[in-house]
């Protein structure tokens, strides 16, 4: 990409949604259109991204490594693509299978959790159906329970040596609760297991609730 961001032709609702994707990926965005929707120009005053208020030119895709071909004109689109293609560069054109090299998944997150699915582009309000309910029954806490283990298993790495105790500590991790606190017992499980002197039967027994 130029200067590692990501180009969009067209600012309305088609392709709103994948400005959004793109910003939450932590893609520098770049969007070319005559006209905008409000929220575009609201993302565009806040600098979250940058607005070029004019039709496209074939021209804008040199130098490039992604493009997003999301307007309401199926020709526009059709021609983002074919110069795409001609560029060697990767190309979506949002609700439009055919022309695509890529597609956006839907994705849940939860902290640093993420599902994505993905339909290839064969029905997009299925994916879309199938999001909402994974949504609906992941636990909320989620994401925190990751962010506790992550930071335990970081701190495990960085204390012990490479071991098969080390590698079960940190297998059993996932399968038990730990707490922030200093004095939690699976958090004390674990570095006794990676010390090597903690079977794995009683690591797998100790669980106790995420603290905030």
Not at 52 to 62: A, G, I, Q
Not at 66 to 79: D, S, Y
């Given at each position: 990409m130029r200067d590692g ?5 067209g600012?309305?609702e088609?392709?709103?949604a ?6 939450d990926s932590?893609a520098r965005?770049?969007?070319v259109a005559p006209?905008a ?18 039709e496209y030119?074939s021209e804008?895709l040199d130098g490039?490594f992604?493009?997003i071909?999301g307007t309401?004109?199926p ?6 693509f ?7 560069i990767?190309c979506?054109?949002?609700d439009?299978p055919p022309n695509?090299?890529?597609y956006?998944g ?5 902290g640093?959790?993420q599902?994505a699915i993905?339909?290839?582009?064969e029905?997009?309000?299925l994916v879309?159906?199938?999001r ?7 636990d ?15 701190e495990i790495?960085?204390?012990y040596p ?6 079960q500590?940190l ?7 730990v707490c922030?606190?200093?004095?939690c ?7 006794a297991?990676?010390?090597g002197?903690l ?7 100790l ?5 905030p």
């Amino acid at each position: 990409m130029r200067d590692g961001g990501a180009f969009v032709v067209g600012a309305g609702e088609i392709a709103t949604a994948k400005i959004g994707s793109l910003l939450d990926s932590g893609a520098r965005v770049t969007v070319v259109a005559p006209r905008a929707l409000a929220s575009v120009q609201e993302l565009a005053r806040a600098g979250a991204i940058t607005w070029v208020e004019r039709e496209y030119r074939s021209e804008d895709l040199d130098g490039l490594f992604l493009a997003i071909a999301g307007t309401a004109n199926p020709a526009v689109n059709h021609a983002v693509f074919t110069d795409a293609q001609r560029r060697g560069i990767l190309c979506n054109a949002v609700d439009d299978p055919p022309n695509c090299d890529f597609y956006f998944g839907a994705v849940v997150r939860r902290g640093a959790l993420q599902i994505a699915i993905s339909s290839t582009g064969e029905s997009p309000a299925l994916v879309q159906g199938l999001r909402k309910e994974i949504d609906a029954g992941l636990d909320a806490a989620i994401g925190e329970r990751l962010r506790v283990v992550g930071d335990l298993r970081r701190e495990i790495l960085a204390t012990y040596p490479a071991s098969e105790e080390r590698k079960q500590s940190l297998h059993r991790l996932a399968q038990v609760e730990v707490c922030d606190s200093l004095d939690c017992p699976a958090r004390r499980a674990a570095h006794a297991q990676a010390a090597g002197s903690l079977g794995n039967t009683q690591l797998s027994l100790l669980a106790v609730e995420v603290q905030p």
